[in-house]
């Protein structure tokens, strides 16, 4: 599965931003599809997540403020990141949890895109 993902950029505090990333890929069912975000010199973290069904989780630092969705038909998901802060700054990639028709479980990442949140 190839992940493409999109819509990063340089932010005013208390803007918005929408990332989007489209999973590519055949012979596979596409389980859960999440965000997770790296800060310079802090480990990666989970943003927000989603399954095929709709179930969401989100980080509690963003709850209220960011929104995850998927458009399966589309093999696609969204995060709606409002109310950004100086803190939210890192390079967000894409993760996709999926089965192939062997019935192997794998994952895969996205290239990763910079958001940047100015005070």
């Known amino acids: 599965v190839q992940l493409q993902a999109s819509g990063g950029g340089l932010i005013q505090s208390g803007g918005s931003l929408r990332l989007s990333c489209v999973a590519s890929g055949s012979g596979v069912i596409i389980n859960v599809m999440g965000w997770y975000r790296q800060a310079p010199g802090k480990r990666r973290e989970l943003v927000a997540d989603i399954t095929s069904r709709g179930s969401t989780r989100l980080s509690d630092s963003v709850k209220g403020r960011f929104t995850i969705s998927r458009d399966n038909a589309k093999n696609t998901v969204y995060l709606q990141m409002n109310s950004l802060k100086p803190e939210d700054t890192a390079v967000y990639y894409c993760?996709?949890?999926?089965?192939?028709?062997?019935?192997?479980?794998?994952?895969?990442w996205g290239q990763g895109t910079q958001v940047t949140v100015s005070s």
């Open positions: 993760n996709a949890d999926y089965r192939t028709i062997w019935n192997k479980q794998d994952e895969s």
